[in-house]
């Protein structure tokens, strides 16, 4: 299915500047410290020279975005939890509390939420209006969104990356609210990476052993449906997947073309960032991947990404908790290059050098 999405922000995606991470990688050798010795600090360091193509590279502040959206699965009853709680939660994050208000407070980041297509008509204060449809159509009985849908959406996403760059943002955390979004993220990553439906379902919300076999065969009907092309990203997102997640492809899109770092939260969020890498590969050298959740499925696209997260905490929440989590990582990573002293400038003995 072509459909004309984005172009203009793909083709503002440059790769990441391989030369500057090259040299911020021989420059780290000169720090007091054994060759290597601060391990996947070092790696990030080299990414974040690579990303920003500079030897000082700053991420302060962080933004976090929020896209919610309904899914019309839900109605199959493969969520713990009902429809109405999508609205709900997205007036919590307007009150500031939710889990990820907690942490954005905890690293000084600014919070955008976005409605991309939550059912009831949301009117609180604090939630950027960006509705495409209110919810996604049943992706058992019809396409969960037409192309333009899908368009509107992943820009959307791109439009608040460029709020937050405006906004003077060094780093972008991208998050997620949407009953039943497992289901929609689970038949994508099944058709993206061809992998069998009951290997990326998982509890989602807390739904118990004979509920997710519910889930896998509602699942299994859709892909049948649906019949989306594994070759077509964008084909797949309008058959089985999301409006938010559309919004969050849009937003890694968006980042990379802004020469930000992004981190990657969760399942959900994996997912929508392995959409915007089938688009684009050049997007991957912006992605660092926060932490890796408890759901099945991310496993599997974490190795689609061949992507190694920072932390593992048994989480799977989303809404960006995990990224945010991540974030003092990036910093202390940039503070090791910009602030340690070289064996040169310190008086220490190079002795592995000689
Ligand atoms: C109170 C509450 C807060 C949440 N914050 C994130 N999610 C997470 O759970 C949902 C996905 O799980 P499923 O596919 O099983 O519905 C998403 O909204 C996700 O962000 C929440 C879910 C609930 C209930
Ligand atoms: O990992 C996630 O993003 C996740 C897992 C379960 C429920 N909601 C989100």
């Known amino acids: 299915m072509p459909i004309d999405v984005a172009p203009s922000i793909i083709e503002r995606i440059a790769p990441v500047d391989a030369c500057a991470g090259e040299r911020t990688r021989a420059y780290l050798d000169t720090l007091t410290k054994p060759p290597g010795s601060l391990g996947r600090l070092e790696t990030l360091a080299i990414q974040l020279s690579a990303i920003t193509g500079g030897q000082t590279p700053n991420v302060t502040p962080a933004s976090v975005l929020v896209f919610a959206a309904d899914h019309g699965v839900a109605e199959e009853g493969v969520s713990a939890f009902p429809q109405a709680v999508t609205a709900q939660m997205v007036a919590n994050f307007a009150s500031g509390g939710a889990a990820i208000n907690v942490f ?42 037409q192309g333009a849908e899908a368009h509107a959406a992943i820009n959307a996403g791109v439009a608040a990356v460029e709020r937050a760059s405006h906004a003077g943002a060094r780093c972008i955390i991208v998050g997620e609210m949407g009953i039943a979004n497992t289901t929609a ?17 998982g509890a989602g919300t807390g739904i118990d052993s004979a509920q997710q076999a519910h889930k896998v065969a509602v699942i299994e009907r859709a892909i049948q449906a649906r019949q989306a092309d594994p070759n077509d990203p964008l084909d797949v997102l309008v058959k089985v997947g999301g409006l938010e997640i559309a919004a969050m492809t849009g937003a890694y899109l968006a980042s990379a073309a802004h020469r930000l770092p992004a981190i990657v939260d969760g399942f959900i969020a994996t997912v929508a960032a392995l959409v915007a890498c089938r688009l684009c590969p050049a997007v991957r050298g912006y992605l660092v991947f926060g932490h890796r959740s408890e759901e099945p499925g991310h496993a599997t696209a974490l190795d689609a990404l061949d992507a190694k997260p920072l932390l593992a905490l048994g989480m799977r929440l989303g809404e960006g908790s995990g990224a945010a989590l991540a974030f003092p990582l990036l910093q202390a990573a940039v503070a090791m290059l910009n602030e340690m002293a070289t064996f040169a400038d310190a008086g220490v003995s190079d002795s592995a050098r000689q």
């Open 104 to 145: 954005a407070r905890q690293i000084g980041a600014r919070i955008d939420v976005v409605d991309v297509g939550v059912v009831a008509p949301l009117t609180v204060a604090g939630v950027t209006h960006a509705k495409v449809r209110p919810g996604t159509a049943n992706m058992v009985l019809e396409n969960a969104m």
């Open 185 to 201: 993220s689970s038949a994508m990553l099944a058709v993206l990476t061809a992998t069998p439906v009951a290997q990326v379902v």
